[in-house]
């Protein structure tokens, strides 16, 4: 997949509380229009002056779960991006509350590949966590450890029930 060319002309709203994420994100998306806040207040004015074909959303600082409701409602794809709520907790919160990807700070410099899954599989009608989740499984692993998801463990299997059934679908193609 030519992750690029998914992403040519797109239209992203970006919000962190941290310019220099801001800026990263920025020119690792340099395919797409963006639109950069860095407080909830000016996410919610870019919302409801704009459409976005996704939105790349902070936890921590902005109020990116109040913003993922709103995204949410106009059906906008969104991924979370977190470094200090880099949680089993958080990534369950974000999957329920209709995140299409969950991915640490740290990955940031994969950002347009994620993005483009997201987007890809969005326009194909297809559940994104599949693939976002397949490629940041073994950190998550590694960052909580062993058994990490053994708490929640129907929410977990009903996940990866969701995944095996995607998996199949892609491999119809």
């Known amino acids: 997949m030519d992750h690029q060319h998914i992403l040519k002309g797109k239209r992203i709203l970006l919000v ?3 310019p220099d994420i801001l800026e990263t994100l920025e020119e690792l998306l340099y395919d797409c229009t963006t639109d950069s806040a860095s407080t909830f207040e000016s996410a919610v004015s870019f919302l409801k002056n704009n459409a976005y074909d996704a939105a790349i959303l902070d936890i921590m600082g902005v109020k990116g779960y109040s913003l993922l409701k709103i ?3 106009l059906n906008i794809p969104s991924i979370m991006l ?9 990534l369950k919160h974000s999957i329920e509350q209709g995140a299409d990807a969950y991915v640490p700070k740290d990955k940031l410099v994969d950002i347009s590949l994620f993005m483009a899954d997201v987007l890809s599989a969005r326009e194909q009608g297809k559940d994104s966590r599949f ?14 450890g062993n058994g990490w998801h053994k708490s929640d463990q129907a929410f977990w299997d009903e996940f990866d029930d969701n995944q095996t059934a995607s998996r199949d679908d892609l491999q119809k193609f």
């Not at 977190?82 to 958080?90: G, K």
């Not at 693939?131 to 909580?144: A, E, I, Y």
């Open 71 to 73: 995204t949410h409602k």
């Open 131 to 144: 693939t976002w989740f397949s490629r940041l499984k073994p950190l998550f692993d590694n960052l909580f």
């Open 82 to 90: 977190t470094a200090h709520a880099l949680t089993p907790d958080n």
């Open 16 to 18: 962190d509380d941290e």
